[in-house]
């Protein structure tokens, strides 16, 4: 997130504006949400591009990129097009079959650890259903009976 701020300052009477742009932290997401799929193909380009011991800069150049972008594509920040993704997995000798297989054999191995662990059901809930139960509705009164005052 971005926050851009102007401001004006008056020096020898000519008024000067000035804007200056703060870059805040992304609000991370809870690691029990499953990561999105930008998520995983940044851990896996920088994942590969590390072990090869490669600077951010020689990749973005190889592949055409600026260093910043590329910066946030493997932050997951970036949801990059399929031919970028070809650009910077070419530029790392790879394929974009090779980082999406990757990035299926990452997902279903999450998947299958999340289905082995015990689930806690969360009684702070309650389903539309229940609240019904929980409140019955009072019957209605008999015909015979008078509501009004005598």
Request: proline content about 7%; aromatic content about 2%; charged content about 25%.
């Amino acid at each position: 997130m971005t926050t851009t701020r102007t401001r004006t300052r008056v020096t020898s009477g000519i008024p000067t504006t000035t804007t200056t742009a703060t870059t805040t932290a992304t609000p991370t997401r809870s690691p029990a949400v499953r990561p999105l799929l930008r998520e995983v193909h940044g851990r896996l380009i920088r994942g590969l591009r590390t072990r090869q011991g490669r600077t951010l800069a020689e990749v973005a150049a190889r592949a055409g990129v600026s260093l910043a972008y590329l910066s946030e594509v493997e932050r997951g920040l970036k949801e990059p097009s399929s031919e970028v993704l070809e650009a910077v997995c070419v530029a790392l000798g790879s394929s974009v079959t090779d980082l999406v297989g990757a990035a299926h054999r990452e997902l279903l191995d999450l998947e299958q650890r999340s289905a082995a662990e015990p689930h806690v059901l969360d009684l702070t809930q309650r389903r539309e259903q229940d609240t019904h139960r929980a409140f019955p509705v009072a019957p209605a009164p008999p015909a015979s009976v008078s509501l009004r005052a005598a």
